[in-house]
């Protein structure tokens, strides 16, 4: 399975003047992906503050490095907004982490954990409903790195911006009704499966 890229720009976001130019680019669109990094803990209760905010279009996305800016008024007011539709997976975990940081309450997301069962997709994590939809693979090699670094690497940017794009692209092709999941690949090998574990009992 060919390996996902990110199509578009990257912007590294680490200073407030940069925060509020992006997020006057990004109040302007209807619908963005978003995603949180966070740098791991190997130590038994140890919890680390999310340290990157990612947030994305289908040609740009924007990496605010909250560990160094933290979460400005700007960027929690756009957290914070309707406006916009955010679109991201596994929400509650981006949720508690946002909330280490800021006691905003965010508006206008959408889970696609809530959505994809409703086409019959069982699978609840992104590499593997993107892996069904695209037949193409998100690699996850940078998702255990130092999210806290003093520079990230150029895997580390791209991986990050891919995991919001990928949740736009996800649902911007669910809602155009262009995958249909009673003639997808997918969903035969899902029943061939079942029909094999049946037949041995």
């Known amino acids: 399975m060919p390996v996902v890229h990110f199509p578009g720009k990257i ?56 560990n160094i800016t933290g979460i400005p008024e700007t ?13 991201g997976l596994s929400l509650h975990d ?11 309450k965010p508006q206008g997301f959408i889970d696609l954990q809530d959505i994809v069962g409703q086409y019959m997709i069982a699978d609840l994590s992104l590499q593997k409903i993107y892996a069904i939809l695209f037949n193409q693979r998100i690699s996850k090699g940078q998702r255990v790195t130092n999210w806290e670094a003093s520079e990230l690497s150029k895997g580390q940017m791209v991986y990050a911006a891919i995991d919001a794009y990928a949740c736009l ?9 262009q995958f ?9 090998e899902l029943i061939t499966e079942t029909t094999d574990t049946d037949e041995t009992h």
């Not at 981006?94 to 905003?104: I, K, P, T, V």
């Not at 692209?169 to 009704?177: C, D, N, Q, V």
């Open 11 to 66: 912007h590294l976001i680490d200073s407030t003047t940069d925060v509020v130019k992006a997020v006057n680019f990004l109040s302007k669109q209807a619908m963005v992906g978003i995603d949180t990094e966070t740098r791991p803990s190997f130590k038994k209760g140890q919890h680390n503050k999310v340290a990157l905010i990612q947030v994305s279009t289908l040609k740009e996305c924007f990496l605010f490095r909250v």
């Open 75 to 87: 960027l929690a007011n756009f957290l914070a907004s309707a406006e916009t539709t955010k679109i």
């Open 94 to 104: 981006d949720f508690n982490a946002l909330h280490s940081r800021s006691d905003l």
């Open 169 to 177: 692209k996800i649902y911007e092709y669910l809602a155009s009704g």
């Open 180 to 188: 249909r999941p009673l003639e997808s690949e997918y969903l035969h």
